[in-house]
């Protein structure tokens, strides 16, 4: 599955933003899909992930402020960030991958399928 990322953008601080991740194809089964980010000089981390059943997990840093999504009649999935921070500055990926057991959605190495990222800048 091939995956493409878009939204990101330059905002201010408290200001909204929302990425959108759409497949190549439409996802079946037992599969997850996911948001990572990577700041500079950073190791790639965990932002939230939505798994076919609809149940989600956030990061805690993404606790209360973000919220993933997504359309099955659009095949797309969203992240809709609110109350952005600086430190949320990263380049933002969307992943998929199938057969992901709960305890391993936050983990970059689950997923097969990456997008191409998209870069979001928060300015204080």
């Known amino acids: 599955v091939q995956l493409q990322a878009s939204g990101g953008g330059l905002v201010q601080a408290g200001a909204p933003l929302k990425l959108s991740c759409v497949p190549s194809?439409?996802?079946?089964?037992?599969?997850?899909m996911g948001w990572f980010r990577q700041a500079p000089g950073k190791q790639r981390e965990f932002v939230a992930a939505?798994?076919?059943?609809?149940?989600?997990v956030y990061a805690d840093s993404a606790k209360g402020r973000f919220t993933i999504s997504r359309a099955n009649a659009e095949n797309t999935m969203y992240l809709q960030m609110n109350s952005l921070k600086p430190e949320d500055t990263a380049v933002y990926y969307c992943?998929?991958?199938?057969?992901?057991?709960?305890?391993?959605?936050?983990?970059?190495?689950?997923?097969?399928?990456w997008g191409q990222g998209t870069q979001v800048t928060v300015s204080s």
């Open positions: 992943a998929h991958g199938v057969g992901i057991i709960y305890s391993n959605l936050h983990s970059p190495g689950a997923y097969t399928d």
């Open positions: 939505i798994r076919w059943s609809g149940h989600t």
């Open positions: 194809r439409r996802t079946f089964g037992n599969y997850a």
